[in-house]
């Protein structure tokens, strides 16, 4: 028997608390006897008298005796008094009617991601809040400077921690759709975006070839810009990596600078995991492309033909092409398209400065328009959920544009039926046309899974039903409304 | 960047728990999916001051400095050590007095400051009538400076004069010291502006009997562990600033032993303890200077968000930051909204005053309200508000203090260590309890109830910490 005598100064703790301490840690195994009082002279005349030695302790002071086999036994009964002295570490019971007014204050062990979606000039702040929370972030918030991402992602990584974003509007972590995201079934495939409607797409064509998803983990537009150096994409990579339910990584992004670009192979190069990289730009394949490439590299079977609904449009009298898109990489990847086919085609994506649109000034030529470039999103829902500036645009387009091509994205948080708001204006420009016997087609990109919230059969009868032509496949769509706006012959 | 792995590869086990801020449409959508959301009450804060507190969060020194600045205020052990005069401790000179908050001149002071600094002038003997005093203040004849600036801290007026008693405190834990002057009770007191014969007569009592009682009874005791004392009256109902009935108890406890020992007249240990007894709040002075000696623990810490210091002179509210140095950050002095005695109407109530709410910046005081049920009468009157009150103090607070516990709460620590980043993000203000001076000097408490602290010293304080911060680098939004 050995006995451990120490004298806290200062600690104090009511009877109760002490008396209950006392007997958790002589319930310990190998554990004679355990005193845990302050040292007042009662407890004092006590201690003696079961023969502890103290020496100079008041009755402010916290008394620690245990008579205990060995030093062994005496280490387990000191934990377990650090443990039943802690302070409570759930949140205290009863109802609160204080609401939590910062991300860290409402942050506790059961949660482990936030969510912001604040006004871009104080994401950074909450962003940092949460990471210093221990909670992973997904940051939806546009309009963040470029050297906050930066600081935000150098202290993800000191402390362990992902960021998703700035402007990432979509991720899919087991199964829960955050931000825009479709209900796509469960499968192989991890993706890590850097853009998020081109994840959306990606993920609905493998859902419509039969191939599910694990997660999709955004990362930011700018992640692989040689500023911020890909560090969330790295991160994200080694966390699907880790994860036993994801045997096959893509990773979707616009070419990364080229010292990002290398350190993203190497980090590849060392995973067991195969990674598709799949890079986007002018003269590389197109997502549909890519989905095909995923799609046999897992073992599946890519269809013969993507779906579509109604009646695909024969080219006629060549004219304007009106791309006008809420999915800055949808409108990218139909600009491509434009652009390998038509003449001073002008957009407000992927071109070069002197082709360059900014605004909604009056616009003439082939134009396409992504509505929800950071331009348009301040002090704006994006278009995605509010479509009203799309369809001013649409009524201000229609007379003289040959085609409309638009997209139309489903999913969680995306508006709750689109078809219903376009079909109408879609019904009145297309009479207007042929009242003035115009021509004039709709051809719609339509961004929706089985499981959608918004029914995607539902979606593509609604517009089919207004005069459209609707395609799964955005470069099919795209590619298709060139072909109108170029002529027939 | 694969230091800590774990935490993140935790993210893809399974539908994770989920903290919105923003987009209301966003956190409706997971509830929809059924995902466990905690939404945050989110608004944004104070005009102007985005890009400060983002230049704040990206201080590389700020999370280390803050966590110091906690630590210490937390791990401070005052004790009581002895008296002293503040001729003595603080060097006060004849001429000179000390006041609380931050500085501020005779033209600018407010009735009870004016009252108690003519009651020390009195005392002192540098003016034979109250018109005297006032005239010789008014010419500027009197130096006057902040009790924080000389180690000190001063209930209401705050008003030390160099003759005057003072306990010791003592931060064990990290060796600094601060002081304050006995507490004289309620109705008409210096503190309060008052300074008839009655009061003069009463400070040369406290001086030539109570100090030297005192002095008598902590030579015997060694020291007093201030600590213990207000972790077992918060357990015992007080929350320190507005009730310290139990710690008044306490501190009469601890000394009578030594007063019997101490071959002092018996008729005067008698009226000692008649006098402690009389006032719930004697022990105030003590746990004053113990939260100071906690919170300048704090100070000087480059990068830190944490507030060492509130403070009002009847006429502003200041607060120093532990990263801003001496610098005062101001706003005007709210006059308090509470409980009046009877008799008295809100035009009788004077602005907030006294360096009483150093009790809040250590964490206790209207911080730790849920403690005090029996004085919920001062902030609405119902328990609930008292809860209310604590809780949201963990908002703007960055930590809990382990031995400062509060048993509705299941024993959580109270909050502690006010950032000030915090207050401006969410515009949630340090809950203040206090007591209300009488607008006109000598009238003495007229009331007590709860004060807002003006927003705008906390902004200002925000920007100019925002100031000292290493710029963000030159990305304008993309």
């Known amino acids: 028997m050995i006995d451990h005598v120490e004298v806290r100064a200062g600690h104090y ?103 912001i979606s604040v006004p871009g000039e104080h994401a950074f702040v909450e962003a940092i809040d949460a990471l210093e929370a221990g909670l992973d972030v997904m940051l939806f918030s546009d309009n963040v400077p470029v050297a906050q991402e930066v600081v935000l992602k150098e202290r993800a990584a000191a402390l362990g921690g992902l960021v998703m974003g700035p402007d990432a509007g979509t991720a899919l972590v087991a199964g829960v759709g955050l931000g825009f995201a479709n209900v796509v079934r469960p499968g192989p495939v991890g993706v890590v975006a850097a853009s998020g409607t081109g994840a959306q797409l990606l993920t609905c064509l493998l859902d419509a070839a039969g191939v599910g998803v694990s997660h999709v983990l955004g990362v930011g537009g700018r992640d692989v810009t040689e500023a911020v150096g890909g560090v969330s994409t790295l991160r994200a990579l080694e966390l699907l990596a880790a994860d036993p339910g994801t045997q096959h990584i893509v990773v979707l992004a616009k070419p990364p600078a080229p010292g990002v670009a290398d350190r993203i192979a190497q980090t590849a190069g060392r995973m067991s995991t195969p990674v598709t990289l799949a890079l986007l730009g002018e003269g590389r394949p197109d997502l549909t492309q890519r989905a095909a490439e995923v799609v046999r590299a897992v ?104 085609v409309l091509l638009l997209d139309v994205v489903l999913g969680h948080a995306a508006h709750p039926d689109p078809a219903a708001e376009l079909a109408p204006v879609l019904e009145e420009v297309l009479r207007d046309a042929a009242s003035e016997g115009r021509p004039l087609d709709v051809v719609i990109s339509l961004c929706g899974s089985r499981g959608d919230p918004q029914g995607l059969e539902r979606q593509a009868e609604r517009l089919v039903a207004a005069g459209a032509f609707v395609a799964l496949s955005n470069a099919e769509a795209a590619r298709c409304a060139v072909a109108i706006a170029g002529g027939a012959g | 960047m694969s230091d800590t792995p774990v935490r993140s590869t935790m993210l893809l086990d399974g539908a994770p728990g989920v903290v919105t801020a923003g987009v209301e449409l966003l956190s409706a959508s997971l509830i929809a999916q059924g995902v466990d959301v905690t939404p945050v009450d989110w608004r944004p804060p104070v005009e102007g001051t985005a890009a400060a507190l983002a230049r704040i969060a990206a201080d590389p020194r700020r999370a280390e400095a803050n966590r110091t600045a906690v630590e210490r205020i937390v791990t401070a052990e005052p004790h009581w050590v002895g008296m002293t005069t503040a001729r003595e401790a603080l060097g006060l000179e004849r001429g000179q007095f000390l006041h609380a908050g931050p500085p501020i001149d005779w033209e600018r002071a407010s009735g009870p400051l004016r009252g108690a600094l003519i009651g020390a002038m009195l005392l002192e003997g540098l003016a034979d009538t109250p018109e005297q005093a006032e005239s010789i203040a008014a010419r500027g004849g009197v130096e006057l400076a902040p009790c924080h600036h000389h180690r000190a801290v001063g209930p209401m007026a705050g008003v030390v004069s160099p003759s005057m008693p003072m306990f010791v405190i003592e931060n064990l834990a990290h060796g600094n010291r601060a002081h304050a002057t006995l507490n004289e009770g309620l109705g008409k007191v210096l503190r309060y502006g008052a300074f008839g014969p009655e009061v003069i007569e009463r400070l040369r009592w406290m001086a030539d009997v109570l100090a030297p009682a005192m002095a008598a009874a902590i030579a015997d005791l060694g020291t007093l562990d201030l600590r213990a004392m207000v972790t077992q009256a918060l357990q015992m109902g007080d929350e320190l600033h507005n009730r310290n009935r139990a710690a008044s108890a306490l501190f009469v406890r601890a000394i009578v032993p030594s007063l019997l020992e101490a071959g002092l007249d018996p008729k005067d240990v008698a009226d000692v303890v008649r006098f402690i007894n009389g006032n719930e709040h004697f022990f105030l002075n003590l746990g004053m200077p113990a939260a100071k000696a906690a919170t300048d623990a704090a100070r000087d810490l480059p990068g830190s968000s944490v507030v060492v210091a509130m403070a009002r002179n009847g006429t502003d509210f200041g607060i120093q930051l532990a990263g801003t140095g001496d610098r005062w950050f101001t706003g005007p002095a709210q006059v308090p909204s509470g409980l009046l005695f009877s008799g008295f109407t809100e035009a009788d109530a004077n602005p907030d005053i006294g360096d009483s709410t150093i009790m809040e910046t250590s964490g206790v005081g209207g911080f730790a309200m849920a403690a005090a049920p029996a004085i919920v009468g001062f902030i609405g009157g119902r328990a609930s508000d008292a809860l209310r009150a604590t809780r949201s103090m963990y908002g703007i607070t960055l930590g809990e203090h382990p031995h400062h516990r509060i048993p509705i709460l299941e024993f959580r620590g109270s909050p502690v260590g006010i950032d000030a980043t915090r207050v401006v993000r969410t515009g949630v203000l340090p809950a203040v309890n206090t007591g209300i001076a009488g607008r006109i000097a000598g009238t003495g408490q007229v009331g007590a109830g709860l004060v807002t602290p003006p927003l705008e010293a906390f902004r200002d304080a925000v920007l100019a910490l925002a100031e000292l911060a290493p710029p963000l680098g030159g990305g304008s939004p993309a």
């Open chain 1, 13 to 115: 703790a009511d009877s109760v608390t002490l008396m209950q301490v006392s007997n958790e840690v002589a319930r310990i195994d190998g554990v004679d006897a355990a005193i845990v009082a302050m040292a007042t002279e009662l407890n004092r005349e006590l201690l003696l008298g079961m023969g502890f030695v103290i020496d100079g302790a008041g009755p402010d002071d916290l008394v620690v005796a245990i008579r205990a086999a060995d030093d062994q036994v005496v280490g387990a009964a000191l934990a377990a008094l650090a443990a039943a002295m802690s302070p409570p570490s759930a949140t205290p019971s009863g109802p609160s009617d204080v609401r939590p007014r910062t991300v860290s204050q409402a942050a506790d062990p059961s949660r482990r991601l936030a969510l």
């Open chain 1, 299 to 402: 073992g599946g079977q890519v269809p013969s033909e993507w779906p579509t609904w109604g009646v695909r449009p024969a080219p006629g009298p060549a004219g304007r092409l009106v791309g006008l898109f809420s999915g800055g990489t949808l409108c990218a990847e139909a600009t491509l398209v434009a652009d390998a086919s038509l003449d001073g085609v002008r957009a407000n994506v992927v071109v070069e400065e002197r082709r360059r649109v900014q605004g909604l000034g009056p616009l003439d030529g082939h134009v396409l328009i992504d509505l929800g470039e950071d331009e348009f999103t301040r002090g704006r829902p994006h278009p995605m959920i509010d479509q009203r500036l799309r369809l001013d645009r649409i009524r201000a387009e229609a007379s003289t544009a040959r």
